[in-house]
């Protein structure tokens, strides 16, 4: 079993930066890849980045690179995302979710690929 709890999100205007924290409880946490989703109004959700286990994959959507930056700290059981120079765009409900199996290498960022799933915060972007 592995819980996840989404926390950081808020009202940013643009240009500006958000931290957003995925805190685990569980005993497989150093063990999972971990991947953040966002959803925007009437869009389906999209995957954003995701991180091995270790921390030395990371992999992001086209839509953040350059501007979002994922890692980890495997001794608080935390997984962050560092959001830089935020659009309108980014507005949408953040997620994390866990890849199921142990040592998977980022393979996926599918919704449907990820198991566990956090109960999401509210990233708002606005002048």
């Known amino acids: 079993q592995l819980q996840l709890v989404e926390s950081g999100g808020g009202l940013v205007q643009p240009g500006g930066s958000l931290r957003l924290s995925c805190a685990a409880s569980?005993?497989?946490?150093?063990?999972?890849?971990i991947g953040w989703f966002r959803q925007a109004p009437g869009k389906e959700r999209e995957g954003v980045s995701c991180?091995?286990?270790?921390?030395?994959?990371?992999n992001y959507a086209d839509s953040v690179k350059g501007r979002f930056t994922i890692s980890r700290d495997n001794v608080k059981n935390t997984v962050y995302l560092q959001m830089n120079s935020l659009k309108p765009e980014d507005t949408a409900i953040y997620y994390c979710?866990?890849?199921?199996?142990?040592?998977?290498?980022?393979?996926?960022?599918?919704?449907?690929?990820?198991?566990?799933w956090g109960q999401g915060t509210q990233v708002t972007v606005s002048s």
């Open positions: 979710a866990a890849l199921p199996g142990l040592f998977r290498r980022c393979d996926t960022l599918t919704e449907g690929s990820y198991d566990y």
């Open positions: 569980g005993s497989t946490f150093d063990f999972r890849a």
């Open positions: 991180i091995t286990p270790t921390g030395d994959i990371k």
